[in-house]
């Protein structure tokens, strides 16, 4: 085994409780911009500044998370996924609000965004919210999408070396 082998299997087996913690951290964040942003995203009105501070660490806190974690492959296939959720979610607040229709409908789709991004009603309607939603989780997706792909040719990599390493060529 080479020394950068070992260095790659060293650094996958220190990653199981950086994985646990990343995972306990990200239902932390979720669930605390829930409690907080809940109620007020459930009446509607402008938010609090408890409500914009909740947004603005749920937006920071999401993202330090992807660029700290992003060495982690479980860790940055979940992230990836729940971006993905949320990008999706976001787009769709965004055209349903351009389109005009809204209410229960929209927000059965759009629930999942609405709640961590409603501090931002503090200064801007909804549809600039969700145009920002859309904007801030697109950047999330493409980021972890590009984290797990690196990581997943980084892996390969490795494998393609330990076979080539056991082959000899014959002149």
Known sequence: MTKQMKKQSVKQNKGTGHTVAGVIAMLVLAFSSIVVNANGAAW????????????????????????????????????????????????????????????????????????????????????????IATAVTLWWMLYTGANVRRLKEERNGVISEEKNKGTRKVN
């Open 44 to 131: 509607g009105g402008a938010a609090g500044f408890d409500s914009f501070l909740t947004t603005l660490f749920f937006i920071l806190f999401w993202s330090m998370f992807i660029v700290i974690y992003k060495s982690n492959n479980v860790l940055s296939k979940l992230y990836y996924v729940m971006s993905l959720l949320l990008c999706m979610a976001a787009a769709c607040g965004f055209v349903l609000r351009l389109m005009g229709t809204g209410g229960f409908i929209s927000a059965a789709f759009v629930s999942i965004v609405a709640v961590p991004f409603y501090g931002f009603t503090m200064f801007a309607d909804w549809t600039v919210i969700y145009g």
